[in-house]
Nanobody, 122 residues
Framework: VQLQASGGGLVQAGGSLRLSCVAS????????MGWHRQVPGKERELVAS???????NYADSVKGRFTISRDNGKSTVYLQMNSLKLEDTAVYYC?????????????????WGQGTLVTVSS
């Protein structure tokens, strides 16, 4: 599974951005998808995740402001970010968890997109 993220950019505090991430390859093997973010000197953190059936999970810091969604037909996951704050500035990475049935059993893995920079200015 390969992932291509887009949609990052520069936005003023209080503004909105929408990130997109398109999966290719064995997309039927994808289970959960999500967005993570990372700032220099800090560990990558989970922002939001969504199951294939649409169940969602959010970091406390983004609840009520960010919305994750996915279109399984388009193999795409989105992150709508509203009311952006300075502390949301980070490189955002999409990821997909997948399972492929092999002769010897299930192979599980996680693929990452290339990262897209979101910069929130005052």
């Amino acid at each position: 599974v390969q992932l291509q993220a887009s949609g990052g950019g520069l936005v003023q505090a209080g503004g909105s951005l929408r990130l997109s991430c398109v999966a290719s390859g064995s997309t039927s093997s994808i289970n959960n998808m999500g967005w993570h973010r990372q700032v220099p000197g800090k560990e990558r953190e989970l922002v939001a995740s969504i199951s294939r059936g649409g169940s969602t999970n959010y970091a406390d810091s983004v609840k009520g402001r960010f919305t994750i969604s996915r279109d399984n037909g388009k193999s795409t996951v989105y992150l709508q970010m509203n009311s952006l704050k300075l502390e949301d500035t980070a490189v955002y990475y999409c990821e997909a968890d997948w399972t492929v049935v092999r002769d010897w059993g299930d192979q599980v893995g996680r693929s990452w997109g290339q990262g897209t920079l979101v910069t929130v200015s005052s």
